[in-house]
């Protein structure tokens, strides 16, 4: 089971406490002085506030209505890794994604352009998943008490067999904060997204469902 793995992620993913204050990397610092540096012209003043798209597209995550959440991708795109994600093809457990995205929430926090491009910074809540275990503790003495080697268990099999336990234990997690940047590109009169927007939650299901 690979619930070391699963802390080693969550660990190493940046984690702030509040909008703009995460440190940048060299090459993002780079980029936003390149942005800066770069006055919106006329044209991309007229274009809509690309964090309405963002916003948009977490409502729709957030709803369930991932089918309708895709529609916000750029056409070149690998939806496939997103897919994934929300559809719990990679936990094999969809119940299991719901409960972690009913509490998780996303907030944006301004954006900067450059040609037909977006940045948009956002600021996301979601449960700290560290704490998982913790959590399932009582269910997990419970099972070693049927004789069930816990062991060989993993997070879809528990969370298909016990979804409510496990929904339960997942709302009295702790929540923690992510600041990410999410690209947007300026396609067929609209904005859409050209970066994966779930890659943070993507990295930690793929370190549950080994």
């Given at each position: 089971m690979a619930w070391a793995s699963l802390l080693l992620v969550v660990l190493l993913v940046t984690i702030s406490t509040g909008c703009g204050t995460r440190p940048k990397l060299e090459d993002e610092q780079?980029?936003?002085?390149?942005?800066?540096?770069?006055?919106?012209?006329?044209?991309?003043?007229?274009?809509?506030?690309?964090?309405?798209?963002?916003?948009?597209?977490?409502?729709?995550?957030?709803?369930g209505n991932y089918s309708q959440a895709l529609n916000y991708?750029?056409?070149?795109?690998?939806?496939?890794?997103?897919?994934?994600?929300?559809?719990g093809k990679m936990t094999g457990s969809r119940k299991f994604v719901d409960a972690i995205v009913a509490h998780m929430d996303l907030n944006t926090c301004g954006h900067n352009l450059s040609g037909e491009?977006?940045?948009?910074?956002?600021?996301?809540?979601m449960p700290d998943l560290s704490r998982l275990m913790e959590a399932l503790t009582p269910l997990l003495a419970q099972l070693m008490q049927q004789g069930v080697d816990i062991s060989?268990?993993?997070?879809?099999?528990?969370?298909?067999k016990y979804s409510v336990e496990i929904a339960s234990a997942i709302a009295t997690l702790p929540t923690m904060r992510i600041e990410e940047n999410i690209v947007l590109v300026w396609e067929k009169d609209q904005w859409k997204i050209a970066?994966?927007?779930?890659q943070f939650l993507q990295n930690a299901l793929e370190s549950l469902s080994g």
């Open positions: 780079v980029e936003e002085e390149a942005l800066f540096t770069s006055p919106p012209t006329e044209e991309q003043e007229e274009k809509p506030n690309p964090e309405e798209t963002v916003r948009t597209f977490w409502a729709a995550v957030r709803g991708l750029a056409s070149g795109v690998n939806s496939a890794p997103i897919q994934g994600v929300i559809s491009y977006a940045t948009v910074s956002v600021e996301l809540t060989n268990l993993k997070m879809s099999d528990l969370a298909n970066t994966d927007p779930l």
